[in-house]
């Protein structure tokens, strides 16, 4: 197990370096000017210094090596001053956006309690609704409960999520108005009172994501389901006399949970890019409306780090499937 | 069956694979009426504009917002243009769209499988390569790459050329990897069969045995994945849309009406949601057609 896990952890460190490179150098070939915006107005030379003080003079390499260092180095070493309070990183150029002269892990440590809160629960709401309906479906095969959940999850995930966010929004926020169509994220959870407001606002983007989600994870569950009820094990659990309950719910449950779990795992990251569409509808000011205002700004930096952070999510997740895989299933080591 | 039926001295007509592989499609229910609904629409958007010739362009200042009517079956948007009209012309880009980034992702994913599947020395490198792009964060980077070349490409190419052929382009490279990795598999396996030892043994050249005996093999899950590649595509093109990325506001596409529509929804509540059902329908109808062709090409179910 050890070897395996240091195996996968040499195997995801040059694969993110080398995603890091491919981001870096495709902003880099991009035409598009971070000084697009300033008017014309200012004088070519004070647009000169502008680019020198934003280091756009050096050549890419440098600029990526100088930006590897802050990513990796730099923020590192701030996120521990600002938790314990200590001085080291004073003095160390840290990443800026170009957008707002703000540090970009500033501006991401604010708006990510928004899309986690958002995301996070949409996707357990999703996994908890997905599992019932997969077991239940797979025992009752072709039952009328089954052909209907493969309906709806066919629908599920053939709806692209931002038609299904604007319909909730026309029927539930404009017909009925039972929720507001905007998340408001400047809203403080104080008292009861503010608490039902935010658990009203998170309704309809959570429900679009849950809904998402919740139709290939319980495709999955199913399929699981079924290749584990027909093995030898489970017609050995029943003539012990082991009432159904015990086999459905203990032995097998158990062993088809193993290959879902890794696909839960996998999904998590994937979540955060259907999560851009999701807050662009509800206007929910998380990383992904971040990353498309920065990408219409030119704002090199933060779309960079971003983007990268994305691509760790991924990386990490595939390497959490993985050992998951591993520890859950004593079969597939690959060592 | 029931031809042979009546006459049981009459030897069956010669019959290709296909006519059993459309046999066992027709008894998927789900498949059939999807591959109806998909006929139709295609129906609807390459004859369609022949039989309601109003221009999608043409503005008509006097006639905004119009509600359903003669005139207007559809109705009319902001700028008094028809939305019947522009349905159809935005169904034909986003479908084209569709079928266009299907075949370069499908093309780009089998040579990859099959060189990897069968050339022992290119299988690391290339499967490495698969890996890393299913590292990459594929939606970020769309964006990204849409917005960057949006403006070298449509002066190049003019505004709808270009950016027709980036969004083409970048959703076809992000998409490839599942079918290289299904290939793959398959060519493996394949590769230690008799019939492969047979044609090496008689020494088939290498481009000859791709040809002729390992493609033809592989056929049903490329023609599967294939199918999905569609859906998605077309899905991805309006989520690009969606976010104000994709094709230019004077050039319909769905997902571009439904975003145009967004922020009038609470008034005209009908210009989002056709839009949207046509992306849902068709989405809905393809992936049904892949789940269909999925069971009729595997031999396995087949005739059962």
């Given at each position: ?11 995801a460190?040059?694969t993110l370096i080398i995603i890091s490179l491919v981001i870096f150098l495709l902003l ?43 990513f ?32 970009v892990?500033?501006?991401i440590?604010?708006r990510l309690?928004?899309t986690?809160?958002?995301v ?145 795992a996998l999904g998590v990251p994937t979540i955060f890019g259907g999560a851009i569409i999701t807050e662009q ?5 998380g990383l992904g409306q971040q990353l498309i205002?920065s990408i219409?700004?030119?704002?090199m930096?933060m779309v960079m780090t971003l983007t990268f952070i994305f691509a760790i999510l991924i990386v990490l997740f595939n390497l959490?499937a ?14 | ?129 698969t890996d890393l792009f299913l590292a990459l964060p594929l939606l970020p980077l769309l964006l990204l790459m849409v917005t960057l ?21 970048a959703i076809?490279a992000t998409s490839?990897m ?54 998605s595509?077309?899905?991805t093109?309006?989520a690009l849309?969606?976010l104000?990325l ?59």
């Amino acid at each position: 197990m050890l070897t395996l896990t240091l195996r996968r952890l040499l195997i995801a460190i040059p694969t993110l370096i080398i995603i890091s490179l491919v981001i870096f150098l495709l902003l880099e070939a991009a035409p598009g000017d971070p000084l697009g915006e300033v008017p014309l107005t200012v004088p070519p030379e004070v647009k000169e210094k502008m680019r020198l003080a934003l280091g756009l003079d050096s050549a890419w390499y440098v600029r990526y090596g100088l930006w590897m260092k802050q990513f990796f180095w730099v923020e590192p070493v701030h996120l521990w001053d600002a938790l314990f309070g200590t001085h080291f990183g004073e003095g160390m150029q840290r990443v800026i956006s170009f957008q707002s002269r703000q540090p970009v892990m500033q501006i991401i440590a604010e708006r990510l309690p928004q899309t986690l809160t958002v995301v996070g629960l949409a996707y357990l709401v999703g996994v908890l609704i997905a599992l019932p309906i997969g077991i239940l479906s797979a025992y009752r095969q072709y039952s009328w409960f089954d052909n209907l959940g493969t309906f709806i999850s066919m629908i599920g995930f053939s709806v692209p999520t931002f038609f299904t966010g604007v319909v909730l929004i026309i029927v539930f926020a404009v017909k009925l108005q039972w929720f507001p169509s905007v998340y408001d994220t400047t809203l403080q959870v104080t008292d009861w009172a503010s608490f039902k407001m935010q658990m009203r606002q998170m309704v309809m983007p959570v429900t679009v994501l849950a809904l998402y989600n919740a139709a290939q994870i319980s495709r999955f569950m199913r399929a699981s389901m079924l290749d584990n009820l027909g093995q030898d094990y489970v017609r050995t659990a029943r003539a012990k006399g082991l009432t159904e309950k015990v086999v459905v719910l203990i032995h097998v449950l158990r062993n088809s949970l193993i290959p879902v779990v890794t696909v839960i795992a996998l999904g998590v990251p994937t979540i955060f890019g259907g999560a851009i569409i999701t807050e662009q509808v509800f206007k929910v000011n998380g990383l992904g409306q971040q990353l498309i205002l920065s990408i219409h700004a030119n704002d090199m930096p933060m779309v960079m780090t971003l983007t990268f952070i994305f691509a760790i999510l991924i990386v990490l997740f595939n390497l959490v499937a993985d050992l998951l895989y591993g520890i859950l299933d004593p079969r597939i080591r690959y060592d | 069956m029931t031809d042979t039926s009546s006459t049981p001295v009459k030897i069956r007509p010669p019959r290709s694979q296909w006519w059993d592989v459309w046999d066992q499609f027709k008894t998927h229910k789900g498949a059939l009426v999807g591959l109806s609904i998909f006929v139709l629409i295609l129906l609807a958007i390459i004859v369609g504009p022949f039989l309601w010739d109003m221009a999608p362009t043409f503005v008509d200042l006097r006639a905004r917002n119009k509600s359903f009517s003669m005139a207007h079956p559809l109705g009319t948007d902001q700028l008094g243009r028809d939305v019947l009209a522009r349905m159809m012309a935005g169904g034909k880009v986003s479908i084209s769209v569709g079928l266009t980034a299907m075949m370069l992702s499908i093309m780009l994913g089998t040579t990859i499988g099959v060189l990897a599947g069968y050339f022992r020395r290119l299988e690391g490198p290339l499967m490495r390569l698969t890996d890393l792009f299913l590292a990459l964060p594929l939606l970020p980077l769309l964006l990204l790459m849409v917005t960057l070349f949006r403006e070298p490409l449509s002066k190049s190419f003019g505004p709808e050329g270009g950016i027709f052929l980036l969004i083409v382009c970048a959703i076809g490279a992000t998409s490839w990897m599942q079918t290289a990795r299904i290939v793959r598999g398959e060519v493996l396996g394949l590769k230690e069969r008799e019939f492969v030892l047979a044609a090496r043994s008689i020494g088939t050249p290498a481009r000859r045995m791709i040809l002729r005996h390992v493609l033809p093999n592989v056929l049903s899950p490329i023609m599967v994945s294939a199918t999905l590649g569609i859906a998605s595509a077309i899905i991805t093109e309006s989520a690009l849309s969606f976010l104000g990325l994709g094709f230019p506001p004077d050039f319909p596409t769905w997902g571009r009406l439904l975003f145009d529509a967004v922020d009038q929804m609470q008034l005209y509540p009908w210009r989002v949601i056709l839009p949207g059902v046509a992306i849902s329908l068709t989405v809905l109808s393809v992936n049904y057609i892949g789940d269909g062709l999925r069971d009729a090409l595997d031999p396995r179910i087949r005739g059962r």
